[in-house]
């Protein structure tokens, strides 16, 4: 399975944006992580393949939404209310199968990552 991640951009604060993350071959859970300069990775979604559970972490939910195209095995990360905080080079990541629901989020069961796309918010 390989990943292709796209969609950052610049955005002024408030704005939106969709992020994709392509994969060819059979990919399973899929989960957007990212990179702030200076600062570790951290997990932002996870889309477990099985059951379609969505997790989010704390400071993104509400605000971005995770979803599946699966004619296209396209996963999309739909993010409005954009904040600077949240300009970071934004990451897909899989692993084959499922997945139980606390490690969802968890960058450490992920094998297999994408390229990353920079976000930018800033006026």
């Known amino acids: 399975v390989q990943l292709q991640a796209s969609g950052g951009g610049l955005v002024q604060p408030g704005g939106s944006l969709r992020l994709s993350c392509k994969a060819s071959g059979n990919p399973g859970t899929i989960a957007w992580f990212r990179q702030a300069p200076g600062k570790e990775r951290e997990a932002v979604s996870c889309?477990?393949?099985?059951?379609?559970?969505?997790g989010y972490a704390a400071s993104v939910r509400g605000r971005f939404t995770i979803s599946r195209d699966k004619a296209d095995n396209t996963v999309y990360l739909q993010m409005n209310g954009l904040k600077p905080d949240d300009t970071a080079l934004y990451y897909c990541?899989?692993?084959?199968?499922?997945?139980?629901?606390?490690?969802?989020?968890?960058?450490?069961?992920?094998?297999?990552w994408g390229q990353g796309t920079l976000v930018t918010v800033s006026s």
């Open positions: 990541a899989t692993r084959p199968g499922n997945i139980i629901t606390g490690r969802c989020l968890d960058q450490g069961v992920y094998d297999t």
């Open positions: 889309l477990r393949r099985g059951d379609g559970y969505k």
